[in-house]
């Protein structure tokens, strides 16, 4: 859905999937998060509403809170216009789309696998 | 006109009090009043001791709002997830937000529409009190995290992948046991603890790199997208996405694994 409010269509869709069972993963998420405050993000909520802005903080439960916040469909969410800072509760959050450049990928797959297999042991 | 219950202010854990605060529900003035952001549940009543409350898990999003040519005054807009029936507020929009389906909820919030929310902004005569309130309101919802529960990931549109089918198929044993967050550092060995380090310091090194897609572990997929996109595994060979854009990511977790969405062009 989101891809298709993106004004360049997306040739492919890559999936990686990064299996992280049990403890360390709200722990991976929470320390990744950290790492990307002061970025700018799109979070999508289960209620399909979306909302950019700059991720100022967030907390083991993945609540986040945004600054310079704007609504993606303003005629649908018309009452969020006049908010500019915002704390959403971590278990509302459907998606959160990063800016692939502030993402270092590769470190975050190497993480999560070398997560995993200690995890196994 | 909205009934509201005859319910009492809390009297304890109240972490602020606003007096004067007026409520207007979906657009609907409620009326002036008191609102209680108490550690146990957040609530409103007028002066004649009606009013409502809410559960913080209820509660999706909570902002300050500044922008007067948007909404004529300051206020602390709530956005609740569900619809506030005239009966059952705070239990309507729990069940909401529970995605509950054991047997059918009361009064009937039967679309199970996980967009239906309640709009709710709290005027304060005092706008220098809305910092107070909005932080107040934040460190309630840290109060009340979501319980551990696998169910909670259920309301994930389709499924996108069968993790533990993807887990199986690659050899890996059963998934091991969930911990909360609050027992799950204590619970870590030393050597996971060690390793929790070491991410956390290897994260926080992270710089923007170029995208390398070496290494890529391509699932078995015909998985469907939510969006319908299908991915063309022969297209993720390694060192196919090198000099790819990335348009963006998409990171979530889901039956707590984290997914990691990256599209490119």
Redesign the interface.
């Known amino acids: ?4 409010k ?1 004004k ?1 269509q ?20 929470y ?2 998060f ?2 990307l405050v002061g970025k700018d993000v799109v979070v999508e ?5 979306s ?1 950019c802005g700059t991720l100022h903080s967030v ?5 986040i ?1 945004l600054t310079d ?1 704007s609504v993606t469909d303003p005629e649908k969410y ?15 959050v ?19 696998r ?2 995993a297999m ?4 | 006109m909205v009934l509201l219950k005859n319910l009492h202010p809390p009297t304890e854990g109240v972490r602020h009090e606003q007096a004067e605060t007026t409520a207007v529900l979906d657009g609907q003035r409620l009326g002036c009043g008191t609102l209680y952001v108490a550690e146990t549940r957040l609530s409103w009543f007028d002066s004649s001791g009606l009013g409502f409350s809410l559960e913080y898990p209820s509660i999706g999003l909570h902002a300050i709002s500044r922008d007067v040519s948007a909404y004529p005054q300051e206020h602390l807009y709530v956005m609740v997830n569900g619809k506030l029936n005239k009966e059952n507020e705070a239990e309507m929009a729990e069940k909401a937000a529970d995605d509950d389906d054991d047997g059918s909820s009361d009064g009937g919030d039967d679309d199970e529409d996980e967009g239906a929310i309640t709009e709710i902004r709290f005027v304060p005569s005092d706008k220098a009190a809305l910092e107070s309130m909005f932080s107040a309101m934040c460190e309630c919802q840290a109060l009340h995290p979501d319980p551990e529960d696998d169910d909670s990931d259920n309301d994930f549109e389709g499924e996108e992948y069968d993790v533990e089918e993807a887990e199986a198929e690659h050899g890996h044993a059963d998934i091991p046991t969930f911990y909360t967050c609050d027992e799950g550092l204590s619970a870590l060995t030393q050597e996971g603890q060690a390793t929790l380090e070491r991410l956390e310091g290897m994260l926080a090194e992270s710089v923007a790199q170029q995208y390398h897609m070496a290494g890529v572990r391509t699932e078995e997929t015909k998985a469907e997208f939510e969006d319908g996109m299908e991915v063309d595994t022969a297209a993720m060979e390694a060192g196919q996405f090198e000099d790819a854009d990335v348009e963006h990511c998409r990171l979530t977790v889901r039956h707590k694994q984290l997914h990691l969405k990256i599209a490119v062009q």
């Open positions: 859905e989101c891809f298709k993106k360049k997306p040739t492919a869709t890559l999936t990686v999937q990064l299996t992280l069972a049990c403890v360390s993963a709200p722990q991976l998420f320390s990744f950290k790492s909520l289960k209620n399909d509403l909302i907390d083991q439960y993945l609540n809170k916040i018309p009452h969020m216009l006049s908010v500019k800072n915002c704390f959403i509760r971590g278990s509302v459907r998606y959160v789309q990063l800016p692939a450049d502030e993402v270092d990928t590769q470190l975050l797959q190497d993480a999560a070398k997560e200690q995890q196994k042991q």
